[in-house]
């Protein structure tokens, strides 16, 4: 009977396929056939896989394609929404049956908070319409994307799936600036598959986090593949010239041994970065393209690009204490101008915004230094968090695809974390000597007498 059911579903799919295929090419355009095409697999896939299967898969191909902004439809719809969106509605089913979100109290309050004085300020605002715009933005990345997550609420292997889809959509992101022969920019630095090179280099700088939680969630013997994945998504931070991503990528690292109380990894890990950076500071020179190490020694597109920030920073600074409590509004003249995440919060939606932004923060830190073990997923929220001192981004799915990983784990179990070999080793070789100098004490054949 199963296997029936399986021939109707693929028997369905291909006679869809056909009838679709000769409907987009009646109208002799490729693109109508290609687009007919992806939609009679996708209704072939609905057929064979199921509702959630596809949306699951979907979804995995919506955390793919994140990284990669410059594959946009039209405005600010870029794919990875439409996989996200579509994932969505065909789990919705799923989704009704697990009950409500189980969100941290922290995010809830800082949440409600941003919600209300941003509608506030939005309703305030000079140009109403416009500011709204703007914070429906916010609003869907913030808290929209976050609450579906949660109650979808990935784990184990699925939960892995979407983590590695994220790095890998970065890894594309990089293979599209070789192919491109490096530089996709006009300053003459990678871009991948972003739209600017911040973006590229705030990719790289989440996928980096993510690859911290992923390395306790593989097989020990096959943790060289995560060091690996982790050269080529930190390549990409080095490539974009973005300063902020690598002292991001860098506090990461060094808050790793502290939140993991290993000391061998810290020096395995800091002294295998360096090499990897001297590595790629060298490449990128020899190519003549502008890199990170670069512009932080100072370069012309980084004295142009501090003067313009701090420009930009006193203008945020005057218009927040313009109107520190209801804020200016989220129009798109007034959001993401100012080089600083917490500032533009200020910005638009004035202090009491600001403090429900911060609370978000501190939601998406805090499950990092929990009793017991942590949430390894928090590395991303600690690197954000730090980044939006210095970057301007506030809603793109590049950030938030990432970060409602992190509490999608809220009150859920998942599995334990990989033993580490080094740590086990070096416990064996500790109980060991405890031996051989007990043994040495009470000398060989004398009874232990405690």
Known sequence: MKGLASFASGLTGFLVLILLLVLGLHGNSLLYGIAAILLAVALACLVGFGPEQMGIGLMVLGMLTAPMNALGLAGNVDVSDVFFVVAFGLLMPRMLATGRPRLPPLYVIGAAILFAGGMISSMLAPAVAASIVGFVKIIAATMVLVFVLNLLRPAGKLLDRLAWAYVVGQGISVLYGFARHGATHAQGRGAGLT?????????????????????????????????????????????????????????????????????????????????????????????????????????????????????????GFTLFLH???????????????????????????????????????????????????????????????AFGLIGPTLYDRIVWAALALILVTYEH??????????????????????????????????PDLG
Not at 326 to 349: C, I, M, P, R
């Open 195 to 315: 739209t600017q090179p911040n973006f590229y280099g705030l990719g790289g700088q989440m996928a980096y986090a993510l690859l911290i939680f992923l390395f306790y969630r593989v097989d020990p013997k096959n943790r060289w593949i995560v060091v690996g994945a982790m050269a080529v998504v930190g390549y990409s931070v080095i490539d974009s010239g973005s300063r902020a991503s690598l002292l991001c990528c860098a506090l990461v690292t060094l808050a790793w041994p502290i939140v993991e109380r290993s000391a061998v990894a810290w020096y395995v890990f800091v002294s295998g970065a360096a090499i990897a950076v001297i590595a790629v500071n060298t490449v990128l020179s020899s190519l003549g393209q502008v890199n990170v190490l670069q512009r932080l020694q100072g370069n012309t597109s980084a004295q142009y690009s501090d003067a313009a920030r701090n420009g930009l920073l006193h203008q």
């Open 323 to 385: 109107h520190p409590i209801q804020g200016n509004g989220w129009s798109k003249d007034t959001l993401l101008a100012f080089h600083n995440a917490y500032l533009e919060v200020a910005v638009g939606g004035g202090i009491l915004t600001l403090f429900g932004f911060v609370l978000i923060m501190a939601a998406l830190i805090r499950p990092l230094f929990q009793p017991g073990a942590p949430n390894r997923l928090a590395y991303a929220g600690l690197s954000y968090a």
């Open 413 to 446: 179990n998942t599995p334990e974390p990989a033993p580490d070999p080094i740590a086990a080793r070096l416990a064996r070789r500790q109980h060991h000597r405890a031996e051989t100098d007990a043994t040495a004490v009470r000398g060989p054949g004398l």
